[in-house]
């Protein structure tokens, strides 16, 4: 603390008084935890930043388990899954995911992938990209629907949407088709049906 902001933090009726200081400077006041003198040692400072941080409680944690079991979410959490998107759609989609309000999202790449995790979890919303791969994106969407526990949700992303594919995206039963690049309103708009 070397400031005429941190002096008025000390004398103000709000201040903490559990609050860790380290002070820099010849006159440091009385409820400062370290004191550092000028010219600053970094390194000294960085080991008493250290300190500050440092866990008394030993902790143990097993690194050797690569995946965590999937924890079962709290009740009203909605669960999302972002299935073969590009990183920079994957991206702009969690942040609306996150402003509509669902913050659980899992991202897979392959089939087989989605698969798996539409079998250990049950998704509110999936998010197929729908492109010229040699999977047909439609027989997916189909199988999404036909599961024992089906997904609430399912919606296509694709980039090169057409009139033709939006139309055969509501039949198969998806509740929208999103464009890349992504229309706000459009997001949002499918978001709402969620």
């Not at 702009?92 to 992938?113: F, K, S």
């Not at 969407?141 to 090169?160: I, T």
Request: net charge negative; hydrophobic share 50%; glycine share 6%.
């Amino acid at each position: 603390m070397d400031s005429y902001e941190a002096g008025l933090e000390l004398v103000s009726p709000s201040f903490n008084p559990n609050l860790k200081m380290i002070c820099v400077g010849a006159e440091a006041p009385t409820l400062a935890w370290r004191t550092v003198q000028r010219p600053v040692d970094w390194a000294a400072m960085v080991g008493l930043l250290d300190e500050l941080f440092v866990s008394a409680a030993d902790v143990d944690i097993d690194i050797s388990q690569e995946d965590p079991p999937a924890s079962p979410l709290p009740p009203g959490v909605k669960l999302a899954l972002l299935a073969g998107l590009p990183l920079d759609a994957r991206l702009y989609l969690r942040a609306r995911l996150a402003l509509a309000g669902i913050t659980a999202v899992d991202e897979v790449q392959t089939v087989a992938q989605l698969d798996d995790s539409v079998r250990a979890r049950q998704y509110d919303l999936v998010l197929v990209h729908v492109n010229d791969d040699a999977v047909d994106p439609w027989v997916l969407v189909k199988h999404l629907q036909d599961l024992e526990k089906p997904v609430r949700s399912v919606a296509g992303v694709s980039a090169n949407s057409s009139w033709k594919t939006a139309n055969l995206a509501e039949r198969m039963g998806c509740i929208g088709l999103l464009e890349i690049p992504f229309n706000p309103l459009q997001v949002i708009g499918l978001l709402q049906k969620v």
